[in-house]
Structures are given as structure tokens and as C-alpha cells.
């Protein structure tokens, strides 16, 4: 006997399981209905009318779970069923979330704005400035003259060291002042200095090999690219990117300018015009490196407040006004896909700042930046226009349109398009002419006695 109670449990769970399988407005008496078989069941069983074997009770319960699932599968593979869920307000924030859920897988948790966070491995990396020299308007990047450089090396009073840096794949060329800027000690041996020249020895990350090795750095340390595991002389910081450190006390603005006022010493005519040519700027190494989080965070800011001001407005002129609840919703919605932007774009920043052998010319970035600009604009469109064809009601997206008017009479009887709520809650009236006379969007209400067409038969009030 204590079996079969055990049967009689476990099936009226596996029912009451089984019931939000079926449509909310017949899901009560179908319950109630396969209950009533179990109990009576379990009543001929006490009563001793049939055997109180459980596998008949369990065949048959397992049977209606699967034929109800198996239903509602089949319903909701309906194209008008997939349609209708597609527009309810649960799926548009589904795909939001997929979306950012996808980011995260293929950011490896978001590991680009994990690694902006953290310190850099530097000793006060504030002081360490990167030289960016670029073509003013155009973008276009070049590089530091020799000449220039080796005139800022004999006049500057506030730049401590200069040295130079360039990446190919994963083994980076530095010059031998490198190092010392960084403020970095070797773990092991010594690190490229004064005298090293190309091909002549390598430093590589603790537990690494090399050939013509002579040191270490600190397994933690890295420096652009956390893919560069080498680090080999190179000849003249003039071939690649300049960094230096400034004196203590001294700002990157202050030591800009001090290199702008010695371009203009009379002797140095020609080195001037070279750089008249080209805007020099240096930037904070912790700046540089952070640099996409300041960019994601005031857009996303900015954005969000032109959101607020877009709803408070729109809830001031629409007539009749929707429940809060709609504007709850658009605010959620774009919010969400603003910040999954401002997520795939710090992401994004950080890969190209990491992979050495990615696309870095000037053009290629600019339009890719653009690009990412214009697919954020349009993803921000579609969800304020997506809002405009939601019921203010039920939130559910508006179906069903019909053609009204004619496009052959443009002021008797203007063409339009009227979209249905299927809740019954009432029409959206979308000219396709637009006058001055006319309002370009009208919400219209269904009348109460209308609503009983629109209700699911067996559905109570």
C-alpha cells in the first residue's frame, strides 16, 4: 500500500507539472479532469475492484505528459503561434539578453574590461606618456623624426628618457632605454640596455626560452600585447612608437608644451616645419589603456540622457497617454541595447589594442569605427521604432494590417494603414501621406462591446 500511495503522489505532481503545458484559459479544468481519473482510480483500488498495481497508473500519467507536451510543441510550431510570441514584450528582451549573453561567451567574460580595470604592471605608469603624432583632419599617423627626437633628447627638462618600441606578431623590438622607462626590474639576468644591438640578444617572461637569451621580466608583465612573450633590441626609437617618462611632478600637457616652445627656437627652422606639419600629442600610458572605457561610458551616458529626454517628451504629446508601463518598457529596452554596445565597443577596443596582427591602419580603423557607429544608430531606430508599433496596453507588438483609403485620392481619402492589437485593446492609425492637417500616428481604443471577439473561448473575465 505504501507504493501505491507513492504512485498517487508522484502522479498528481507529474499532472499539476504537466498543466502549464496547457493554454492558461483551459488549464484549470484540464487539471482538474486528470486528477479526478487518479482519484478514481485510487477509489476502486481501496474499495478492492481492481488490483493495486502501479504500472497501469504510471503508463497512464506518463502518457498525458507526453501527449501534452507533444501538443503544445505542435501549437507553438504554428507560424501564426511563433509570430504572435515573437512580438510579446518577453521576446524583445530575450533577444537583448542572448545578445549580451553571446558577448560574454565570446569575450571570455568580458575579459577587455576586466584587464582595463586592473593596475598596469608599470612603476607609475601616470608618468609614462606615449608620443602620437598624426596629420591634422586626415588621421593619417606618422612618425617621429629622427632629428626631431634627438633635438627633444638635448633640450627637454621635462622628460626624463625617451625609447621606442615596434610589434611583429609575437616578439616586440624596443630600444634600449625600453625597460628603464617602464620602470622595470629584471627577474633573472639583465634586460637589453645601453649597447645591445639588433639580432645581438633576447629577453623573454619567466619560464620562457629564447635564443641568445640573456634575462627575464616578471611573469606578470606586458606591455601593449599580452600575446608578446619576446623582447629583442631595436635600433632607433625613430622606428617605432616613442614613449617616455617624465620627471616627477611634471603633467603630460605641461611637457607638450615645453616640446611645442623648443620647436620654435630659430636654429631648429626645419625641424619645425616638420612638425608644424603633424599635431603631436602625448598621452598617459593609464589613459591610453582606458582610454575605450572613457569613450563606451560617456557615450552610454550621453545616449541615456537623450533616451530620457526622447521619453519624457514623447509622454508629454502622446494622446491618449499609455500606461507607464510602456514607457518603463522603452526605457528598459534601449537602455539594454545601448549598454550591449557600449560593451561589444570596449571589447572590441581591447582586441585590437592586444592582437599584434590585427588591421591597424588608419583608414581600416576609421571605418570600422564608423561602421560600429552607424550599426549602433540602427539598432538604437529599430528599438524606439519597434516601441511605436507596440499596444500602450498589453505591450504586445500590433499585427494584422490594413490597407485603408486610396492612393488616387490624396485629400479626400488618404492612403493609410491600420495595425490591430489581437488582445482587442484597440488599432494604430498610420497615414502613408503625410499634410499639416493631419496627425502622423493616432492610437484609437476598441470600444467594450467589441472586446468579447477578441476573448479565447473558455477564457473567464
Given at each position: ?79 501564426a503561434n511563433a509570430r504572435r510570441l515573437a512580438g510579446t514584450p518577453a521576446f524583445a528582451m530575450s533577444v537583448v539578453l542572448s545578445a549580451a549573453l553571446a558577448l ?358
Amino acid at each position: 500500500m505504501e507504493s501505491t500511495t507513492l504512485a498517487r503522489t508522484f502522479c498528481r505532481r507529474l499532472i499539476r507539472l504537466s498543466s502549464w503545458f496547457v493554454p492558461a484559459p483551459f488549464r484549470s479544468g484540464w487539471r482538474r479532469h486528470y486528477e479526478d481519473e487518479i482519484e478514481d482510480w485510487a477509489l476502486l483500488v481501496d474499495r478492492g475492484d481492481i488490483l493495486p498495481q502501479n504500472r497501469p497508473l504510471l503508463a497512464f500519467t506518463l502518457s498525458v505528459a507526453a501527449a501534452t507536451l507533444r501538443k503544445r510543441l505542435q501549437v507553438e510550431a504554428n507560424p501564426a503561434n511563433a509570430r504572435r510570441l515573437a512580438g510579446t514584450p518577453a521576446f524583445a528582451m530575450s533577444v537583448v539578453l542572448s545578445a549580451a549573453l553571446a558577448l560574454a561567451v565570446l569575450s571570455g567574460g568580458f575579459r577587455g574590461f576586466r584587464a582595463m580595470l586592473a593596475p598596469l604592471p608599470y612603476k607609475e605608469p601616470g608618468r609614462v606618456v606615449e608620443f602620437r603624432a598624426f596629420v591634422p583632419f586626415l588621421g593619417l599617423r606618422n612618425a617621429i623624426p629622427a632629428e626631431t627626437l634627438e633635438f627633444w633628447r638635448k633640450g627637454s627638462r621635462d622628460i626624463q628618457e625617451f625609447a621606442g618600441y615596434s610589434i611583429q606578431g609575437h616578439v616586440m623590438r624596443v630600444t634600449p632605454g625600453f625597460f628603464r622607462v617602464l620602470g622595470i626590474e629584471p627577474a633573472s639576468g639583465r634586460l637589453i640596455g645601453d649597447g645591445d644591438r639588433p639580432g645581438c640578444c633576447a629577453v623573454v617572461r619567466e619560464g620562457g626560452s629564447a635564443a641568445n637569451l640573456i634575462g627575464t621580466v616578471p611573469r606578470g608583465f606586458w606591455f601593449k600585447s599580452r600575446q608578446v612573450d619576446t623582447w629583442v633590441p631595436l635600433g632607433d626609437a625613430g622606428e617605432g612608437v616613442l614613449i617616455a617618462r617624465l620627471k616627477p611632478g611634471v603633467s603630460a600637457a605641461h611637457a607638450q608644451q615645453e616640446l611645442r616652445k623648443l620647436a620654435q627656437t630659430g636654429i631648429f627652422r626645419p625641424v619645425l616645419r616638420r612638425v608644424q606639419a603633424m599635431r603631436v600629442e602625448l598621452r598617459p600610458l593609464n589613459e591610453i589603456f582606458r582610454f575605450p572605457l572613457y569613450v563606451a561610458g560617456g557615450g552610454l551616458a550621453f545616449s541615456l540622457i537623450l533616451l530620457a529626454l526622447y521619453t519624457g517628451v514623447a509622454a508629454l504629446v502622446a494622446k491618449p497617454r499609455p500606461h507607464w508601463r510602456y514607457w518603463a518598457f522603452l526605457m528598459v529596452k534601449t537602455g539594454a541595447v545601448m549598454l550591449v554596445f557600449a560593451a561589444a565597443w570596449v571589447e572590441i577596443a581591447a582586441w585590437r589594442a592586444a592582437s599584434p596582427t590585427r588591421l591597424d591602419g588608419p583608414a581600416l580603423s576609421l571605418i570600422g569605427d564608423w561602421t560600429f557607429l552607424l550599426v549602433y544608430v540602427g539598432a538604437v531606430w529599430q528599438s524606439l521604432r519597434d516601441q511605436r508599433r507596440r499596444c500602450p496596453v498589453c505591450l504586445n507588438r500590433l499585427s494584422v494590417p490594413v490597407s485603408i483609403g486610396s492612393w488616387s485620392s490624396p485629400l479626400m481619402n488618404p492612403a493609410s494603414t491600420e495595425l490591430l492589437c489581437l488582445e482587442g485593446h484597440g488599432t494604430l492609425f498610420i497615414p502613408e501621406t503625410q499634410s499639416s492637417d493631419r496627425e502622423p500616428e493616432r492610437w484609437q481604443p476598441i470600444e467594450t462591446s467589441w472586446k468579447e471577439a477578441f476573448k479565447i473561448p473558455g477564457q473567464t473575465a
